[in-house]
């Protein structure tokens, strides 16, 4: 149930159940109070023995006015009065007798009658409808007649005809009290139901940003209810994941920078440590002939050319990382640019004993969007690996050339000593070099690849490794196709350099 639906069932039952509660008590109250439900009966102004009771006062009417004819001084005996009272609470009157122009006489219900309002002597009416004396109504019936000494006597038999006034100023202030034990009491309960629902999750909301805010990201969230706290808690456990995310990329970049400075620091400072030995040897005498002084400048020579290639390979990697290096994109037929690409590498490569083996499709079409130099730098990289850590006597490198009509696919397989399983994820990673060209005497940074993956990736393309132990490596480059590839017949050519 929606926190709004439950607010307005809770408003309606606010002012539902105190009513319900109300008419209920009060009810409860009457009869209580009086006795009998039927009791209540008298206090209508039309009820069923109004007609018995206005019988009953009647005859004790005329009971009075005949005694008054009969015995007056009778009448007017306080022991005599004071016998009445019994008889006119049973037909729930009162009387009151005026001798001349004081009371008399007065039964205790009417001590509180504004007498001076009560009718003249003289306005006698055997029956009279209703009269309004002070503040209350009667009925009254008015009998006047004179003593013997000549003393004016009016005789009131008067019933409170205002029944609910009377019946609400006994009870008003039960009920005033009841209306509003009643009224706190629902609001009381209601407003603790429905705020136990709402703040006991917004408790837990608020726990849960307290974990967040001390860096806690650990603590997950259920939500319970599909009300707007548990869409709110949903949505808090989604920011929650997407922080823990945030801040573990985050963490990773912390890393890789510490890791990044680490390799730099340790990799500049190998070559500069054997330099600074060679320097010295040459300065304390320990070269001491022409040939041990040429090849300790050659080393150092070496190791100097090792740094300047590093630092060009950082400063590269470090602009692309930053996305600083400008890209030079051209249409570029890519079988034409491989084959001259190796054309111009096959000197080298069968000095070094190397055999090129590339294969495409003659008819293919091999257009695409692509920067010349950098290219030739990811070419470069990938071939000199080749190079750099082959095993065998016979070296070859296998490049094949396919297009669909989405890409074009280069892969270079070679014949080295491939890459273990578990290095393979990591190949790609900045500074990452495997175990076994850490411990050769290979050389290199780490960089190679890495830079090639981003350049490949500002293309559009990508960039795959597969390897097997003792069989070799084979690098896999797509990139997309920017022709439309026509189809005709497939025979392939090779081109051995
Ligand atoms: N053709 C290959 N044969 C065997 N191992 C390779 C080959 N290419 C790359 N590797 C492994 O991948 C690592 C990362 O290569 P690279 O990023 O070019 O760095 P570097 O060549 O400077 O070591 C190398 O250190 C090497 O262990
Ligand atoms: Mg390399």
Redesign the pocket.
């Known amino acids: 149930m929606s926190i709004k639906l439950r607010l307005i069932l809770s408003n309606i039952a606010m002012i539902t159940v105190p009513i319900i509660l109300f008419i209920i008590t009060s009810f409860l109250l009457m009869i209580v109070f009086l006795g009998d439900i039927r009791e209540m009966t008298n206090f209508l102004p039309e009820s069923h023995n109004y007609h018995k009771t206005k019988q009953q006062d009647t005859i004790m009417f005329l009971e009075l006015k005949e005694k008054s004819v009969v015995n007056p001084d009778g009448l007017m005996s306080q022991e005599y009065l004071q016998s009445l009272n019994n008889d006119l609470s049973k037909i729930d009157s009162g009387l009151m007798i005026r001798k001349n122009d004081e009371i008399f006489f007065s039964t205790a219900e009417l001590r509180n009658v504004d007498t001076k309002e009560l009718p003249e002597f003289g306005t006698e009416r055997s029956f009279r409808s209703l009269e309004k004396v002070g503040e209350q109504t009667f009925a009254i019936k008015q009998h006047d007649f004179f003593l013997q000494d000549g003393a004016r006597v009016s005789l009131f038999l008067m019933r409170d005809a205002s029944p609910w006034n009377r019946f609400v100023r006994t009870f008003f202030p039960i009920l005033f009290g009841l209306c509003l034990l009643i009224l706190i009491a629902t609001n009381g309960l209601l407003a603790y139901f429905v705020s136990k629902s709402i703040i006991k999750p917004i408790n837990q909301l608020k726990k849960a940003a307290h974990f967040i805010k001390n860096g806690d990201l650990e603590h997950s969230m259920i939500a319970i209810r599909n009300d707007e706290i548990g869409q709110l808690t949903q949505s808090f456990e989604e920011m929650r994941i997407q922080l823990k995310e945030s801040h573990k990329i985050q963490k990773q970049y912390e890393d890789n920078r510490k890791e990044l400075i680490a390799h730099i620091s340790h990799d500049l400072k190998t070559p500069i440590t054997s330099i600074k030995g060679y320097i010295e040897g040459i300065r304390d005498g320990v070269a001491d002939t022409p040939e041990k002084r040429a090849r300790y400048i050659q080393t150092i020579y070496t190791k100097a050319v090792d740094m300047d290639h590093l630092i060009d390979e950082l400063f590269l990697f470090s602009k692309l990382d930053l996305g600083k290096v400008p890209f030079d994109f051209e249409r570029l037929d890519i079988k034409d640019y491989l084959t001259d690409y190796f054309e111009e590498l096959s000197f080298d490569l069968r000095k070094q004993n190397v055999d090129l083996n590339f294969q495409y499709t003659p008819n293919g079409i091999y257009h695409v969007l692509a920067d010349r130099e950098k290219i030739k730098r990811v070419l470069a990289?990938i071939i000199n690996?080749?190079l750099?850590?082959m095993d065998k006597d016979k070296k070859e490198l296998k490049i094949s050339l396919h297009s669909t009509d989405e890409n074009v696919v280069i892969s270079i397989t070679?014949n080295?000593?491939?890459?273990p399983d578990e290095a393979i994820p990591f190949?790609f990673n900045q500074f990452?070099?495997?175990e076994?060209?850490r411990n050769n005497l290979t050389g290199?940074?780490?960089?190679?690849?890495?830079i090639a993956k981003m350049i490949i990736e500002e293309h559009n393309g990508e960039i795959k490794l597969e390897s097997t132990l003792m069989i070799g490596?084979k690098i896999t480059i797509i990139l997309p196709n920017h022709t439309f590839v026509l189809r005709r017949p497939h025979h392939e050519k090779d081109f051995d350099y």
């Open positions: 990289n690996n080749s750099k850590y070679d080295g000593p491939g890459i190949i990452y070099r495997a076994q060209s290199g940074s780490g960089l190679g690849l890495s490596t």
